[in-house]
């Protein structure tokens, strides 16, 4: 049996795990007044792929290792009630009756250690959100001798797991931030933090890997993964280029015991620093809204559309920004601005580093031909992304689904899917689990909307368009369980 690896992020807890905190909402201490713009150091210059391998970077660490800080966090946890246990005669026959707190566990602190960075001279410090999340009192200290400082959490976010905190101090040795887009796989980096608490260590490792996403996180994942060891106390610090320039922020390890396995991430710093600058002068982050929904251009699609790369959109959503464009199911977005798009997941990265009524330029492929649109994006609504994943019986179809069965959109039927009266489609009423179709993946009580890029209204209309399509491919676009995606059913299979 093989145990699937398991993503945890690496904060070190001295008791449970802090609780988490869903949203944006800011907790005690966290402020939300409007502030002066973050000072950063930046310097986004390349770093030399064709000087010779170092012998030592101490002089590197000298520079940079005072910047990177120890976190302590502190949180009160009250005590259970167990009164109702009492009340129980068999539970009093064993333990007895409750003393004077009657019957109430004993309220505790718990404790949980970190890593963070200086990233401004006058106190600005960035860490993850879940070293802090929860935490009545957090601590800051460093240099030698020790120096402690309490600090404010200015704000957080959990969706990218960053948070920034803010020290009472003046003249400290702010890091440099390098660009991390220019990062490429087989580069050396250093990984400094706080190790279970032991004190501040550096490991050397390279970028194993770029764009690292879908490990369940966070929200929004584009992580640099690195065999540079990671372990439970570096939550926070700082990864590092050769010119000793912060290029990423450690945040998880993939491990099956918990420790390092020479699997480690780090959220990349031109992300973090976004992110930063928005937590700095308002306390919160709002992202950039598009609009679509949309899924990964998979081997089938990809051949079926003769496109390798880009964010297949499902689902256009009224009123947004990509409907106003023009934007439709079946376009292929390949370009943002100046960013090529991967696939569906580097466009919600690449929307949601956006602010908010920015006008990008959406360049996509329909039928075969490119085109670009201006598309003023809007604030990314509550609980909704910037794109994502979305998701009588007529007879069985004799074209290119064989095995399907269908039927019409009775009113029952609506009513139990929770469709609008002017959704148009058909119901899958059965399909034959040795079919194409249900290879492909398609099941009772999906609703098809479009075969072969064409629209279907009813039973008989897709009975019908079916038996015409040239197979033995089909595209097929379909509805479940709130969201819309493609599909390819191949008859040769």
Do not use: C
């Amino acid at each position: 049996m093989n145990l699937k690896p398991t993503a945890r992020r690496v904060l070190f807890t001295a008791a449970l795990a802090l609780a988490g905190s869903a949203g944006l909402a800011l907790g005690p201490g966290e402020k939300s007044d409007a502030k002066p713009p973050l000072k950063l150091q930046v310097d986004a210059r390349p770093i030399n792929r064709d000087a010779a391998d170092r012998v030592s970077y101490a002089a590197i660490v000298k520079k940079t290792a005072p910047s990177v800080v120890y976190l302590s966090s502190t949180k009160k946890v009250k005590g259970q009630d167990m009164s109702q246990f009492f009340n129980d005669p068999m539970f009093r026959r064993f333990f007895g009756n409750p003393g004077p707190g009657g019957g109430r566990t004993p309220d505790r602190t718990e404790s949980s250690l970190g890593s963070g960075i200086i990233v401004s001279s006058d106190g600005y410090i960035l860490t993850n959100n879940h070293v802090v999340d929860g935490a009545d009192e957090v601590k800051v200290s460093f240099g030698e001798p020790r120096k402690e400082y309490k600090a404010t959490v200015v704000g957080r976010d959990p969706k990218a797991d960053v948070a920034m905190l803010k020290i009472d101090a003046t003249g400290l040795p702010a890091a440099t931030l390098a660009d991390s887009d220019k990062l490429e796989v087989g580069d050396v980096v250093l990984a400094i933090g706080d190790p279970f608490g032991i004190g501040q260590s550096v490991s050397r490792g390279i970028v194993s890997a770029l764009g690292r996403g879908g490990l369940g996180i966070e929200t929004f994942e584009d992580f640099i993964q690195t065999d540079a060891a990671i372990n439970p106390g570096n939550s926070g610090g700082a990864l590092l280029d050769t010119d000793g320039r912060v290029i990423g922020l450690n945040t998880a390890i993939l491990s099956r015991s918990g420790g390092f396995n020479g699997v480690g991430f780090a959220v990349p710093i031109n992300l973090v620093r976004s992110i930063a600058e928005q937590l700095v002068s308002k306390g919160r982050v709002d992202r950039a809204f598009l609009g679509v929904g949309t899924q990964p251009l998979e081997a089938e699609l990809s051949s079926m559309f003769n496109i390798t790369h880009g964010a297949l959109i499902t689902d256009v959503q009224p009123g947004t920004p990509a409907e106003k464009a023009g934007l439709k199911s079946g376009d292929i977005i390949t370009k943002v601005d100046d960013t090529e798009i991967r696939d569906n997941r580097h466009l919600q990265l690449t929307i949601t580093r956006l602010a908010p009524g920015t006008e990008a330029t959406i360049e996509y492929v329909r039928d075969g031909k490119t085109n670009s649109v201006k598309a003023k994006l809007a604030k990314v609504p509550e609980d909704k992304l910037a794109a994502g994943d979305s998701g009588a019986d007529g007879g069985k179809d004799e074209g290119v689904l064989n095995g399907v069965g269908v039927g019409d959109l009775t009113r029952q039927v609506r009513n139990e899917l929770g469709l609008e009266r002017g959704f148009q489609g058909v119901v899958v009423t059965q399909v034959d689990p040795e079919s194409a179709s249900a290879r492909a993946g398609l099941r009772e009580g999906d609703i098809i909307t479009e075969l072969d890029r064409k629209p279907v209204h009813n039973a008989e209309e897709a009975v019908k368009l079916s038996a015409e399509i040239k197979g033995p491919k089909v595209l097929v676009r379909l509805w479940r369980e709130g969201g819309y995606r493609f599909i390819v059913v191949d008859e040769s299979k």
